[in-house]
């Protein structure tokens, strides 16, 4: 991994030296989720492996919302004037991003070496609160008694990314305005913690909990259809994320298979309004541990025996951006 961060800074200084135009721009997006009411089925016995869908059975569960502005200095180092490299750019961009119960703030390094491909490198650090019992940060104390609240600023969430990205677009092969069948695929490897808690003990991090020190990948492939209409893009997004191994968490939850891979399958479509406003819809079928056993009183699943797959329609999702 260090030889890894080496050549990344080695190459963005020598790309630097040949850099011949610079750019800023910024954005503000303000993201808002609705998730309805969907309990877990109780199914089998813990030695099968069964797939099930659960149903929604009630209106509201919970919602999300944050605002992240971005700021955006390309650096633009071509390589010629063959439209494969002329595009070629670095981008640096702080970011911060605020929710009701969270404060983070973020940095990106990106590399655009030859059109269809992208490599970024990304750190974020934040910390979290409650607030009318929504639990920004906090860790576990057991399984039945659930997450204790950490204070503020005395612990803080951190991320390290690595990303590389592929994307085409059949447009650059055939011109034409109704050509553009996009596709997009991404591999990250990332590393992320809370601090002050012990390795193997899991936590929660923005009322998201099922986390843990250690080593996580995320995936996603996107497949769509740009227009030149307001509804400017449909398209479908898979996303794969999980821990590498079990040794995240501590071997007493070895049951509840720390390894599990979330899947998710998103139908998306993007409002473009003009060149500095966007809107993002998306809805979210998505998968989680099934268990033979209810959880009873306990505040969570982590004493349980996973025994398959659950999918389930998590969410619907809007994203609005606002570029300038």
């Known amino acids: 991994m260090k ?9 963005l200084i020598s ?8 750019d800023t721009s910024f954005s503000l997006v303000s993201d808002f989720a609705y998730y309805p009411k969907s309990d877990s089925l109780v199914m089998g016995s813990p030695q099968d492996d069964i797939s099930r869908f659960s149903p929604i059975n009630g209106f509201f569960s919970a919602v999300e919302a944050r605002v992240t502005g971005k700021l955006y200095y390309k650096i633009s180092i071509p390589f010629g004037d063959n439209p494969l490299v002329r595009g070629n750019n670095i981008t640096l961009s702080p970011a911060l991003e605020i929710s009701p119960v969270t404060l983070m703030p973020q940095f990106f390094v990106a590399f655009t070496p030859i059109a269809f491909l992208k490599f970024t490198a990304s750190t974020k650090v934040g910390t979290g609160w409650n607030l009318i019992g929504i639990n920004g940060m906090g ?6 008694v659930g997450y204790e609240i950490l204070p503020p600023f005395k612990h803080y969430f951190y991320e390290f990314r690595l990303s590389n990205l592929f994307q085409f677009d059949v447009g650059a092969i055939i011109s034409g305005d109704w050509t553009h069948v996009v596709m997009q695929a991404s591999y990250d490897i990332l590393y992320t913690g809370l601090s002050g808690v012990e390795n193997g003990t899991p936590w929660i991090w923005q009322a998201s909990g099922e986390k843990a020190n250690g080593w996580n990948y995320y995936s996603q492939i996107i497949l769509g259809y740009q227009m030149p209409l307001v509804l ?3 398209g479908l997004q ?3 994320s999980g821990y590498y191994d079990s040794s995240s968490f501590d071997v007493e939850y070895a049951n509840w298979n720390p390894e599990f891979m979330r899947v998710n399958i998103n139908p998306i479509c993007i409002l473009k309004f003009n060149d500095k406003h966007a809107l993002t819809i998306q809805t979210r079928f998505s998968s989680r541990r099934g268990f033979s056993a209810d959880k009873g009183e306990s505040a969570t699943n982590f004493n349980l025996d996973y025994n398959g797959r659950e999918w389930w329609f998590e969410r619907i999702a809007f994203s609005y951006a606002y570029s300038f």
């Open 15 to 22: 790309v630097c030296l040949f850099a011949v135009e610079t």
């Open 139 to 144: 860790d576990l104390v057991t399984p039945e």
């Open 3 to 11: 030889k890894i961060l080496i050549l990344f800074c080695v190459t």
């Open 238 to 240: 898979f996303e794969l």
């Open 232 to 234: 400017q893009t449909v």
